[in-house]
């Protein structure tokens, strides 16, 4: 239960709708408690009318007990309204906080946390976990705070009709407790089993429908659909099992209220026989009885509630508890000017143990240009990311204008670094909104900019080809833009910008040799006083640039510029021949 008290904040945000909420749980239990005075007073009458048929009782007393009863009713009713729009609607507003504050916090975590946990985990973790806790800031919440009304105002009333009744019903209470929390533990065990098979559902189903197309292409739809059945029917039989457990609960209450009542009936009715009692108290009584059914009934419910949302709470918990690894450091503005130097620069990835750089160093001053290139894997991107600041070094020093990359402000660097990453990701909206996605404000001549970046990511022709041109949806819902269509708007959202910093990570790799060679004529315009970093495969996409580095298995092979490394006659000169025999080829 530890869990939940992180929501105590979120109480006491709401305090004054909660207070307020409590007010009317108690109001709503007294109002609804008093019909049962009534009701014993219209049975005394009655019982005066049978024992006694000479004296005249008015027609008007029964009639005002009924208006009584109906009255306490309404008004009772009014006030559970009230209580479920306080309380209720308290809990909605928590959960839309929690959603937040959860949102915000997914969003601060580095790339590893990403790579750690499925996405299908993360998006439960936000939606069913979130309503889960609901369930406790709201309706448990409220039936324990009605719980406790009830009882204490029912055994209040039945303790003025008569302390010694009062004490053969509500001795059963410990035990009736003791019972509800043994199995209430059993029912937190199997919710936990059922929470857990859920996620992996999720997780699963999420997986095959992006992967949709490699699952049909290598007809695999079988194996899947298997796995899913498997998987729901585990889901299923810890469901049903949950389902027995908790369905022992009602019968077991039903007996308890019966017991009740047939014990209240017999002592009631010795004491009406020995004249201590009226016979109208036990129709009271019965009445009172009947109030604190439901109470009791839903208290194993109420129980499964919290038990539920504090397992969910523990593992929003965790989530919430991981401490983004890169934080930035400095608040105060940073103003880059694009140099960028690696000093004996080390790396290695935490969950595969892989070292994909090893004692890199290489300077690129404000305004010129470096490539990159080697065989894959050699640590290329883990480049582009280092710069980008996604992960931090192990050993070695990045720095940027001759600062620690650690000491300058994260959110300048980023804004003033336009990343054209390897595996394109476009969001599922219109063309022209992927495009002006990294520029922060919305400002005139916005349509202006996003034409000429789409121009000169040589991708213009295309999307007016389209007959809704740039508000053309893509995505998961919209057309499916060739590699080459994404990879070139994946260039106009980064150019756009107009940062200071540029890094195209193999973004020319889907497009053929001519817009290649179309791309990289706009780019050498767009890249004049930007520091430029080109990481590619093809010579011919760097050969232009100031600098050029050679990777090999995470280490520099060989450096400089397109004429000397032809001088040379290593790696690079090999595959400039290899690569122009294929071309002229
Ligand atoms: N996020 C990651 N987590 C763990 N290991 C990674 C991660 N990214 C890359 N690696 C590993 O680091 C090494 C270098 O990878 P990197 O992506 O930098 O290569 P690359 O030169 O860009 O290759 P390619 O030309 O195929 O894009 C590889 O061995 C790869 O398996
Ligand atoms: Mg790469």
Excluded at 165 to 175: H, N, Q, S
Excluded at 318 to 325: A, R
Excluded at 438 to 466: M, P, Q, R
Aim: glycine letters at 8%; proline letters at 3%; charged letters at 20%.
């Amino acid at each position: 239960m530890k869990s939940l008290k992180v929501l105590n904040k979120y109480f006491l945000k709401y305090k004054v709708i909660l207070g307020l909420g409590f007010l009317f749980v108690t109001l709503n239990s007294v109002l609804l408690t008093f019909p049962g005075v009534f009701l014993g007073k219209a049975t005394n009458l009655l019982g005066q009318l049978i024992k006694h048929p000479e004296i005249k009782i008015p027609a008007g007393e029964f009639i005002w007990c009924g208006i009584y009863i109906i009255l306490f009713a309404i008004l009772g009713g009014f006030f559970m309204f009230l209580m479920r729009q306080t309380i209720i609607v308290m809990s909605r507003h928590i959960e839309y906080d929690q959603k937040n504050e959860i949102f915000d916090h997914y969003q601060s975590l580095d790339q590893n946390f990403y790579k750690r946990n499925y996405t299908g985990d993360l998006m439960n973790r936000i939606n069913e976990d979130v309503s889960r806790v609901r369930m406790y800031t709201g309706p448990a919440i409220m039936y324990i705070a009605n719980t406790l009304a009830t009882v204490v105002t029912a055994i209040i009333f039945m303790v003025k009709v008569d302390w010694r009744m009062a004490l053969v019903v509500i001795a059963p209470l410990p035990i009736l407790s003791f019972i509800i929390y043994k199995v209430s533990a059993r029912i937190n065990e199997k919710s936990t089993a059922l929470q857990e098979k859920l996620s992996d559902i999720t997780s699963h189903a999420q997986e095959s429908f992006s992967g949709v197309r490699v699952i049909k292409s290598f007809n695999r739809q079988d194996f899947f659909a298997n796995k899913f059945e498997n998987e729901t029917a585990e889901y299923k039989k810890r469901g049903l099992s949950l389902a027995l457990t908790e369905a022992f609960f009602m019968p077991f209450m039903i007996f308890m209220v019966g017991l009740s009542l047939i014990l209240s009936v017999y002592f009631g009715g010795m004491l009406t026989i020995s004249g201590e009692i009226k016979s109208g108290d036990i129709s009271s009584y019965v009445f009172y009885i009947f109030r604190l059914t439901w109470p009791f009934a839903s208290l194993g419910w109420v129980t499964s509630l919290i038990q539920r949302a504090a397992a969910s709470q523990t593992r929003i918990n965790e989530f919430l508890q991981t401490v983004p690894k890169i934080k930035n450091e400095n608040t105060s503005h940073s103003e880059i000017k694009g140099k960028i130097e690696f000093k004996n620069v080390s790396f290695v990835y935490e969950e595969t143990g892989i070292k994909a750089l090893d004692a890199i160093s290489f300077t690129v001053n404000p305004g010129s240009s470096i490539a990159f290139i080697g065989p894959s894997g050699s640590g290329k991107s883990t480049i582009a990311s280092l710069i980008c600041r996604m992960f931090d070094v192990n050993s070695g020093e990045i720095l940027i204008d001759n600062t620690p990359i650690k000491k300058v402000n994260l959110f300048d660097l980023r804004a003033e670094t336009g990343y054209v990453p390897q595996e394109v990701f476009l969001f599922s909206d219109t063309i022209s909104n992927n495009i002006s996605f990294g520029l922060k404000e919305k400002n005139a001549g916005t349509d202006e900019k996003i034409l000429t970046a789409a121009k000169n990511a040589a991708v213009y022709e295309n999307i007016i080809d389209f007959p809704e041109k740039f508000n053309t949806m893509v995505g998961e819902r919209g057309v499916t833009l060739s590699g080459g269509q994404k990879q070139r708007i994946s260039i106009a959202r980064a150019i756009i910008k107009e940062p200071k910093i540029l890094i195209f990570d193999d973004c020319l790799s889907a497009v053929d040799t001519e817009t290649e060679d179309e791309i990289l004529g706009n780019l050498e315009k767009l890249m004049k006083g930007k520091t430029s970093i080109i990481i590619s495969h093809r010579v011919s996409s760097i050969k232009n640039a100031d600098f050029i580095v050679v990777l090999e298995n995470g280490k520099i092979a060989e450096s400089g510029t397109h004429q000397q490394l032809l001088g040379y006659n290593g790696v690079y000169a090999l595959l400039n021949k290899l690569q122009t025999v294929e071309k002229g080829g």
